[in-house]
T-cell receptor, first 114, second 114 residues
Framework: AQSVTQLDSHVSVSEGTPVLLRCNYS??????LFWYVQHPNKGLQLLLK??????LVKGINGFEAEFKKSETSFHLTKPSAHMSDAAEYFC????????????FGRGTSLIVHP | ETGVTQSPTHLIKTRGQQVTLRCSSQ?????VSWYQQALGQGPQFIFQ???????GRGNFPPRFSGLQFPNYSSELNVNALELDDSALYLC?????????????FGSGTRLTVV
């Protein structure tokens, strides 16, 4: 079985400061991991994905995430927040060799202050 | 601009009625999934279709049903609507295994049941 836990429901940062959104996962198989972003009244957009290649994954808009198997984590980071980054972020796990059905976390709301 | 189009964007129905939501995916996207996203929650998987056959289903009752057509369009049907069915319904498609390619999401249909 697979599951994903986003450790923070809300994260608040100032513009220009680093962003850290935390995600832990559980999977019986080799996981594929994703981060999606959802702006208000919009659908979800894929930020980045890990599919057993490099453990440090670079995505769009300056975001990156590091897969740490020993910690079962896939935290999302960005060196410098921009006002346009304010949105809901979802961590997603999908089991290669398992059900292939992605499981979404509950989401982290990123708030960016001027 | 997303390649997945959903209609209608908003819908109000009365408890007990039936509703059909529609999705048009990108050409070549043989996998389509439907998700329910309640307010403040992450998307919950309803079911997935691959080449017009259902190949995965989440924890939703049989009154939630779907169809996928050869022209990459699909439908979500919900019978006997309940107040708790009020949510954003998201269609997502993929050109290959979801754990390799990730999803392309539509902007969703906001269903309100009164």
């Amino acid at each position: 079985a697979q599951s994903v836990t986003q450790l923070d429901s809300h994260v608040s940062v100032s513009e220009g400061t680093p962003v850290l959104l935390r995600c832990n996962y559980s999977s019986s198989y080799s996981p594929s991991l994703f981060w999606y972003v959802q702006h208000p009244n919009k659908g979800l957009q894929l930020l980045l994905k890990y599919t057993s290649a490099a453990t440090l994954v670079k995505g769009i808009n300056g975001f990156e995430a590091e897969f740490k198997k020993s910690e079962t984590s896939f935290h999302l980071t960005k060196p410098s927040a921009h006002m346009s980054d304010a949105a809901e972020y979802f961590c997603v796990v999908s089991e290669s060799g398992g059900s292939y059905i992605p499981t979404f976390g509950r989401g982290t709301s990123l708030i960016v202050h001027p | 601009e997303t390649g997945v189009t959903q209609s209608p964007t908003h819908l109000i129905k009365t408890r007990g009625q039936q509703v059909t939501l529609r999705c048009s995916s990108q050409s070549g996207h043989n996998t389509v999934s439907w998700y329910q996203q309640a307010l403040g929650q992450g998307p919950q998987f309803i079911f997935q279709y691959y080449r017009e056959e259902e190949n995965g289903r989440g924890n939703f009752p049989p009154r939630f049903s779907g169809l996928q057509f050869p022209n990459y369009s699909s439908e979500l049907n919900v019978n006997a609507l309940e107040l708790d069915d009020s949510a954003l319904y998201l269609c997502a498609s993929s050109s290959g295994p979801v754990d390799d390619y990730g999803y392309t999401f539509g902007s969703g249909t906001r269903l309100t049941v009164v």
